[in-house]
């Protein structure tokens, strides 16, 4: 098995790493890196669970290798909120539309919300649950993801400002 | 503040400042930002991991194990067997508490029973590790035919050696009791009605997962993912028999259970004995493979329900004979009286008879899952529509006429269930007062003249919620609260969330009771060494009793604040108000202080107490609330069913539901929304399979699926709040969605295809399925790749071909010559060539296929009937019989495929 030294920006700071050329991005993310609110539900790419952004886009990280990560920029559910513990505007619309119950998807939620959202990106409410098809959530029957991506739609951020 | 006084029905349901309302959750912050603390998040100094060698067969004894290979692998520290593990002499106890009915080890001993059953665990420096070892590990199986299916195991030889037959658990009567007998038979429709349910994985988003960490010999620490750390303590100390080990459980945040967590299974007292053992911190995080195989699994239940109605719809007698498939090691060998306590609760029914039976088959054991008695509003709710479609009755109006009314109540069922306050008659007006049915009838008829095929359905329950002391495992709750000195409030409760919210829904209550804001109280839980004994989440309980002890403790320590307050401020007790953390004395706005002033008095200044006050502001109370709380609802769903493709899209879904007080409508709606994805997943979706050798053909989310949002409709909702008998007024509000959802949506679809004829209640309804009620033939897949010619249907869905009567009237039948045929099967179309030659009344000729062709002689031929046998021997032994019927340069009918069915044949003159 090949070692391999890698490095990348995560959530904001510079991260090194010794890694076997198997290891995934999810696991260097979550027990060499710490970043435990990367989830893994299946492993196998179809819950959406570990979701990640690297370089802005949202990745599934159970089925990106650690390697390939080398030099990007990786952002976690831990890396969206402002210092001052204020929540990224997924975040809060979450919270205030009960998208979640145990909160194990739910980083995963996050981090595909939060990169088809914000400044400059024009995602309709269609498009949004479209997204949110490639989440899986035992608990919540979707009614507070389907709320929440309506009200982050680029066609409701009006009425959110 | 004015509150409503607890327990006192008249004044209606709680509500207040908080209780009620959709106040954001406490546990979000932490869950949304990544700093939820589930048990992969966990580690301690020295941990180790575990992997496991699963068995690759369902049934079979043991020859050899041999770890020389993984033994040799870098990093790997032990290897175990049963064995190794057998000195603990560990008792794996059922859900209620008692030795199981057959020999459960954690690792299997001397035979393997199921697919996925562990049987060597690695202990290594890293799960990668310990998983390249446990996959070299190399074990000889002598296999025996493992059985599979619930009728499997009513014929085949017992799963556990030592063991007469393959019931595992069984009640009630093997022959109807005469008495029902003469009732059902004199009742003027007497339906039987068959209804099938697929096995269910609980597939909690976090997998099965354990760090055992034992601290010296008479300490263990264990992080696990459950439903209760207070129940996983008693139940692991029961197990291994240990008195004087002191054991602390912890589970802050837990990725969703259903039924599955209860308490450890196989795996988990796996690593605990080996952690013992080995004196080092052990992890083992289960992978989705392993949970889809080697996790305890749901439902595999079939009922025969017969109900004996009179024309109008009156219920007048029924049966049950239901059975479930336990698997192999079960956690409770489930014969599942509940199903029948419940079946008829709240209907009139006069009288029921059941046998009930649970079946040890080659299959990963049965575990609970949302409802676990759910087959009974399955079973009754399709079967009431069944029989108004027979009667020609509206399904709403055969609810009405049987269903139990609030002003029917006190009644007693006919298994003895005592009615006082359900509320199902109730919750159906209220949907329908929300729901207009002869716009929708008129709608759906003028859909069906397009043919679009629309649907309609509904169902009514009631549900048994918060028992405690009705079963010995299910208990009262404990409520600790306390206003610290700096004025914010504490509680500790042994409630526990995957997902229910209840560090959110205590602390509305205690915020409300005490006035204080929601902002200024934390609530704890999830720790076995804090707060009271508790069985957590199960049977639909914490809101109920946990909410009942949290208002009662509450109050009992605004008592306390108020007479402190009282003697301090030189007032009447009963002037004193707590509002927003500030003490005041009604009518004088003077007179007032703040929570945390009153509280760092009580702590610090015993001197300035009431002469006999204890000091601190601390109270707690156990509450032990009725025997029993129901849950009703009724709920609807309109759907429509594609004529082209049997995809099922479900249009709205309306649920009427009655869980008295509602401590938060958000959490409440999500506690159903949840339970009718569920449902919604059971009805159109999700399977667990097992081919004839019993091995798994659903091991991903690929091949398991699971709801996704577009899946699920937005649900609607109408509450109806009929306060209980419990403090507070709370039902439980946990599994009912589970429950009613599946007949509900079953209700729909037969709704909308009734003009084809009935769907055959054998979940999931597939496309296929519904595709082939449509057609008027099966579609099914086959469950076994059978031979590509003798592919199985079924021989039902086959027309048989008539001799028309007036064929020689229309003329002279022409049948020499060459054809070319299709015979249909779920395989694919199989083109063929025939060769007929006719010699007076006899046949001979070849049919020819791109695999060969067969020759037949010695055959019948009747007017325009030819009727001929082929035998073959590729790929088995099997007589082919052609029933064929000539029209013009037509030709149709059927072929019959022995044990496989019939298969449907066309084709024309070449």
């Known amino acids: 098995m090949s070692n391999h030294k890698i490095e990348l920006t995560i959530n904001g700071r510079q991260y090194s790493g010794d890694v076997e050329a198997r290891t995934s991005l999810a696991d260097f993310l979550r027990d060499d890196s710490g970043f435990t609110g990367v989830h893994l539900g299946c492993e196998h790419g179809v819950c959406g669970a570990c979701t990640v952004t690297v370089d802005g886009r949202a990745v599934r990280s159970c089925l990106m290798l650690a390697v390939q990560a080398n030099g990007a920029t990786v952002v976690t559910a831990e890396g969206l909120a402002a210092e001052d513990g204020t929540l990224h505007p997924v975040q809060q619309v979450l919270m205030e539309e009960h998208a979640l119950q145990c909160g194990f998807c739910t980083p995963g939620v996050v981090m595909t919300l939060a990169s088809l959202t914000g400044e400059g990106k024009q995602c309709s409410k269609e498009q949004l649950e479209g997204a949110m098809s490639g989440h899986i959530c035992r608990c919540t029957g979707y009614q507070g993801i389907r709320r929440s991506a309506a009200r982050l739609a680029y066609n409701a951020m009006g009425d959110e400002a | ?910």
């Open chain 2, 1 to 910: 503040m004015t509150m409503n006084s607890p327990g006192d029905r008249s004044a209606g349901i709680l509500t207040g400042k908080y209780i009620g309302q959709r106040v954001h959750r406490k546990e979000d912050p932490r869950l949304l930002t990544g700093h939820g603390q589930f048990v992969d998040d966990v580690s301690v100094p020295g941990q180790l991991h575990v992997a496991f060698t699963r068995s690759p067969v369902a049934r079979a004894n043991i020859i050899s194990i041999s770890s020389d290979y993984a033994r040799d692998v870098p990093g790997v520290h032990a290897i175990y067997t049963q064995q190794d593990l057998a000195e603990f002499d560990v008792t794996m106890l059922a859900f209620f508490l008692s030795p199981p009915d057959v020999k459960t080890t954690p690792l299997a001993d001397g035979r393997v029973a199921y697919v996925g059953e562990p049987v060597v665990m690695v202990i290594a420096d890293s799960r990668a590790i310990a998983e390249d070892a446990a996959s070299l590990v190399e074990v000889e199986y002598a296999e025996e035919t493992p059985l599979v299916t619930i009728d499997d195991a009513r014929h085949g030889a017992p799963v556990h050696p030592g063991t007469e037959d393959n019931i595992s658990a069984q009640m009630g009567e093997e022959e109807i009791d005469e008495d029902l007998e003469a009732l059902l038979q004199a009742a003027p429709l007497r339906l039987t009605h068959k209804v099938v349910h697929q096995r269910i994985s609980q597939s909690p988003m976090e997998t099965r997962g354990i760090l055992a960490d034992p601290e010296g010999p008479k300490e263990l620490t264990l992080y696990i993912t459950c439903q209760s750390p207070h129940a996983v303590e008693r139940w692991t100390s029961l197990a291994l028999g240990k008195p004087d080990m002191a054991i602390r459980v912890i589970a802050k945040d837990v990725g969703g259970a259903f039924g599955l967590k209860n308490h450890p299974w196989k795996e988990e007292v796996a690593v605990i004995l080996a952690a013992l053992k080995f004196r080092r911190p052990l992890k083992w995080i289960e992978d989705r493979y392993e949970n889809l195989i080697g996790a305890n699994q749901a439902r595999e239940q079939e009922m025969t329900l017969q109900i004996g109605l009179d024309n109008d719809g009156k219920l007048l007698a029924s049966h049950g004979d239901y059975s479930c498939n336990n698997g192999a090691f079960p956690q409770l060998s489930e014969c599942n009286i509940a199903v029948h306590m419940f079946m008829w609760a709240a209907y009139k029914m006069p009288a029921y008879g059941f046998l009930t039976r649970g079946w040890y088959t080659n299959t990963v054991g049965y575990a609970a899952y949302r409802g676990p008695w759910a087959m009974e509003s399955l079973a009754r709710e399709t079967a009431l529509d069944v029989a108004a479609r027979r009667l020609g009755i509206d399904p709403i109006d055969i609810r009405r006429n049987n269903l139990v009314t609030l002003s029917e109540q006190p009644a007693m069922s006919c298994m003895q269930i005592p009615l006082e306050d359900v509320t199902p008659a109730e919750c159906l007006e209220k949907l329908l007062g929300y729901f207009d049915v002869s716009a929708f009838r008129r709608e759906q008829a003028e859909a069906r003249e397009q043919g679009r095929y629309l649907g309609l359905g509904f169902a009514t329950y009631i549900e048994p919620t918060g028992a405690a002391g009705a079963m010995p495992i299910m208990t009262g709750e404990l409520a600790q609260v306390r206003i610290e000195p700096t004025g914010k409030v504490t509680a500790t409760m042994s409630t526990h969330s995957q997902g229910h919210g209840t560090q959110t829904t205590m602390a509305q209550i205690f915020a409300d009771r005490l006035g204080v804001a929601y902002e200024d109280v934390s609530v704890f839980e999830g720790d076995s060494s804090r707060g009271g004994f508790s069985p957590g989440a199960a049977g639909s309980r914490q809101g109920v009793i946990a909410g009942g002890a949290a208002i009662l403790a509450a109050d009992k320590l605004a008592e306390k604040v108020r007479t402190l307050a009282a003697h301090l401020l030189q007032a009447e007790a009963a002037a004193i108000v707590i509002d927003d953390g500030r003490i005041s004395v009604a009518g004088h706005p003077d007179k007032s202080i703040s929570l945390a002033e009153l509280a760092n008095i009580a702590y610090g200044e015993p001197d300035r107490l009431p002469p006999g006050m204890e000091s601190g502001l601390e109270a707690q109370h156990r509450y032990q609330p009725p025997p029993m709380t129901f849950a009703s609802a009724a709920n609807a769903c309109v759907v429509e069913v594609d004529r082209d493709t049997g995809f099922v899209k479900i249009l709205r879904w309306i649920s009427s539901e009655d869980c008295g007080t509602p401590l938060n409508p958000a959490v409440v709606e999500g506690q159903v929304s949840g339970g009718l994805a569920q449902a919604i997943g059971m009805v159109l979706l999700e399977e667990v399979g097992f081919d004839e050798r019993g091995n798994p053909t659903a091991a991903t989310y690929k091949d398991y699926m699971m709801p996704a949002i577009s899946d699920i409709p937005t649900f609607e909702f109408v509450h109806a709040n009929t306060p209980s008998q419990s403090v507070g007024g709370m039902r439980g509000v946990g599994e009912g969605g589970a429950i009613i959802g599946a007949p509900t949506l079953v209700n729909a679809i037969a709704d909308a295809l009734a003009p084809f004829g009935e769907v055959e209640v054998n979940l999931p309804l597939t496309p296929a399925k519904l595709l082939s009620v449509m057609e008027g033939r099966d579609l099914t897949p086959p469950k076994v790749a059978a031979p590509v010619a003798v592919a199985p249907v079924t021989p039902a869905a086959v027309a048989e071909p008539a001799p028309a009567a007036d064929a020689e009237a229309a003329g002279p039948v022409v049948i020499d010559g060459d054809w070319k045929m299709i015979l249909s099967t779920p395989m694919g179309p199989q083109e063929m060539q025939g060769h007929f030659e006719t010699s007076g009344d006899n046949l001979s000729g070849y049919l020819s296929s791109p695999e060969g062709q067969m020759e037949f002689t010695g055959s019948v031929v009747n007017g325009n009937n030819l009727v001929f046998d082929l035998k073959v021997t590729k790929p088995m032994k099997i007589t082919l019989k052609y029933n064929l019927l000539i029209d013009g340069d037509k030709i149709t009918g059927k072929c019959k495929m022995g044990i496989f069915g019939s298969a449907k044949l066309t084709g024309e003159r070449l």
